[in-house]
């Protein structure tokens, strides 16, 4: 298709905002490590919270949701919306923790709460296992997003579109670093918002469809809308419902959804002004994340199914593409085609900056990783602020081109967030555990990312379909926690010194340390209750989940029952918010 004049100058107009803003604050980013990596740490929650969402909107993430809703049905999408349960649990008991530690990348936690080799080792290994393979595994993920729209959109190879995209990204995120993420996160969070609304109306009122209301009743989207997968399918219902629900959000470890927090969510954490600033940034995510954005693009995703049926449609629509990257994904941008001049310029921006926000996130993230984590802690401890922050700059350039290659080998972006989750599988509890209990130590760590990943291995590529997602999830979570528990059991703990000042430091809750607290002599320290805060957790999850499903009730048509949940389910967020002043007013 052709893009209008008005089309390439929305385009290109965005590109130089972006790229304006990096040059902006490249002076300040140049002066440390801290600046270039967490702003100084004196950034607001809502421009922390708002780049939180920023990133998780990345180009792939609406290819997802259509490839889930085509596939699975709107319910499918409770593989990912279960993952609020861990995001809230972050927000009344990891965030303002995590700020209180006062260090620099999420990694150095380890040293601060473990001891001797085992804690440099897993520092480092960590840095690379997830600073350079599983961050690229994720950019390059969204990196096949964005060819796929740039092929569908524009008629471009992969190498241009990904040559367009990337140059400006890493030049704005090499020149500004965090502080430039930021807020190039605010503007494209914004149009990417009313891009995609904008997108979902016009769309549903295409003569072909008709409106809402005839999009609905539609034959081959009627029998995608249920909300809750069906029990009559046994298999579908636990593997879509129950086990996101009972093991995946806390046992699975994924980028942006890490058990505990982690990534990231952290590094903005990291760059708050103050625990209170941090909780509420986190807060703001997951309402966002969670009960704002979804429904527009579920929406394009059922309106696809109309347009392109079948695979086979969708690559009878675009010859040109490749026909081993032709997936349910590609639905979402191959529907953008059909947008006018001006909008289609302006969700083609919004994609545009959906890719860039994700890519630059992830790569001053990864960028953090080998540089504070590897580098200066142990290649060149004494290197100066100025060659650290340059050093930076070119590991920025490099994550991305590895990330590009990659991408072109991948085929979807679903295979790679099954890939991703598996290999986390059993590793989830440890992050949520080793705040709370102080038997864990390194060696847990370690044992449970080298089992995790081998039997990933094992299930991905040798068991294949001879065993179903479900339970190869339920069997890798299985091995990987009775591995680390016997590991933790079996080894020394960590040392007591080490123990103690991270106890004197982070004051987590005395639920698992209490035995050690008697034996130090030290002052125990007071505040809410574990359990309190873990209902304050619930009674938030439920609320995000009920504003969720009760926009999905007002689209259907179920006005009264749709306004009766939206309304409990605003008056219960109304009170989980007025909640986290007291998490962060009170000392632990």
Same mark, same amino acid.
């Given at each position: ?7 390439? #100058? ?6 130089? /905002? ?47 949701? $259509? ?50 080799? !085992? ?44 040559? /367009? ?19 190039? +996160? ?19 009122? @295409? ?12 034959? *081959?989207?009627?029998?995608?809308? *249920? ?18 629900? $009972? ?28 625990? $209170? ?18 429904? !527009? ?5 059922? *309106? ?7 695979? =086979? ?34 969700? =083609? ?9 994700? /890519? ?15 580098? *200066?802690?142990?290649?060149? !401890? ?28 991948? +085929? ?35 044992? =449970?990312? %080298? ?7 094992? @299930? ?47 004051? !987590? ?7 050690? %607290?008697? $034996? ?26 009920? /504003?969720?499903?009760?926009?999905? @009730? ?6 009264? %029952?749709?306004?009766? #949940? ?10 989980? %918010? ?11």
């Amino acid at each position: 298709m052709q893009l209008s004049t008005l089309d390439w #100058g929305i385009i290109i107009g965005f590109f130089a /905002i972006s790229l304006f803003i990096g040059i902006f604050f490249s002076k300040q980013a140049s002066k440390s490590k801290l600046d270039f990596f967490l702003s100084g740490r004196n950034m607001p929650w809502w421009l922390l919270g708002i780049s939180m969402v920023a990133t998780t909107f990345s180009a792939d993430t609406p290819a997802l949701v $259509t490839d889930i809703v085509r596939q699975n049905g709107v319910s499918g999408n409770w593989v990912w919306w279960a993952f609020l349960l861990t995001g809230m649990l972050t927000v009344f008991v990891y965030a303002r923790l995590w700020r209180r530690s006062g260090i620099l990348t999420d990694l150095e936690f380890y040293e601060l709460r473990y001891s001797g080799k !085992p804690a440099r080792f897993l520092r480092g290994f960590r840095a690379i296992y997830l600073g350079v393979l599983f961050n690229i595994m994720v950019m390059a993920s969204v990196c096949l997003a964005a060819i796929k729209i740039g092929a569908t959109l524009f008629d471009l190879q992969p190498i241009q579109t990904l040559l /367009i995209a990337a140059t400006i990204t890493v030049a704005y995120s090499a020149l500004g670093g965090l502080k430039s993420i930021l807020f190039t +996160d605010f503007f494209q969070f914004i149009l990417a918002m009313v891009g995609s609304v904008w997108a979902t109306i016009y769309i549903i009122n @295409m003569p072909e469809i008709g409106g809402l209301d005839n999009l609905l009743a539609h034959e *081959a989207v009627a029998g995608k809308l *249920a909300l809750v997968p069906s029990m009559a399918d046994k298999d579908q219902f636990i593997m879509l419902l129950i086990l996101p629900l $009972t093991v995946q959000w806390w046992a699975s470890y994924y980028p942006g959804s890490e058990p505990g927090g982690g990534g990231y969510l952290v590094q903005r954490m990291l760059a708050a002004k103050d625990e $209170t600033h941090a909780v509420k940034a986190t807060m703001f995510f997951n309402v966002a994340h969670y009960a704002l954005r979804p429904w !527009p693009w579920i929406l394009i995703g059922l *309106a696809s199914l109309i347009y392109f049926p079948t695979l =086979a449609s969708l690559g009878e629509a675009f010859p040109n593409i490749d026909k081993d990257v032709i997936g349910h994904d590609l639905a979402y941008s191959a529907m953008l085609t059909y947008l006018p001049a001006g909008l289609l310029g302006l969700v =083609a921006a919004s994609l545009v900056g959906a890719f860039m926000s994700t /890519i630059s996130t992830h790569l001053n993230w990864g960028s953090s990783y080998i540089i504070h984590d590897v580098y *200066a802690r142990f290649i060149e !401890p004494d290197a100066s602020e100025k060659k650290l922050v340059n050093l930076a700059r070119i590991t920025t350039v490099v994550i991305m081109i590895l990330a590009g290659w990659l991408s072109l080998h991948l +085929d979807s972006a679903k295979d790679a967030f099954d890939l991703l989750v598996l290999i986390g599988a059993g590793t989830g509890l440890i992050y949520i555990l080793r705040w709370l209990w102080w038997r864990i130590n390194a060696y847990s760590e370690i044992a =449970a990312m %080298i089992i995790s990943f081998v039997v990933a291995v094992i @299930m991905k590529f040798y068991v294949g379909d001879a065993v179903s997602s479900s339970n190869a999830l339920l069997i890798s979570v299985g091995i990987t926690t009775i591995g680390w528990l016997t590991v933790t059991l079996l080894t020394s703990p960590t040392d007591t010194n080490v123990l103690k000042s991270f106890y004197k430091k982070i004051r !987590p809750y005395r639920l698992g340390w209490n035995s050690q %607290i008697a $034996t130090w002599g030290i002052q125990p320290s007071q505040g809410p209750s574990l359990t309190k805060d873990i209902m304050k957790m619930l009674i938030g999850t439920i609320s995000i989940y009920g /504003i969720l499903l009760s926009t999905g @009730m007002l689209l259907y048509g179920n006005i009264l %029952i749709g306004l009766i #949940g939206l309304a409990i389910s605003s008056i219960m967020l109304l009170y989980t %918010i007025s909640q986290l002043d007291e998490n962060t007013s009170k000392t632990y």
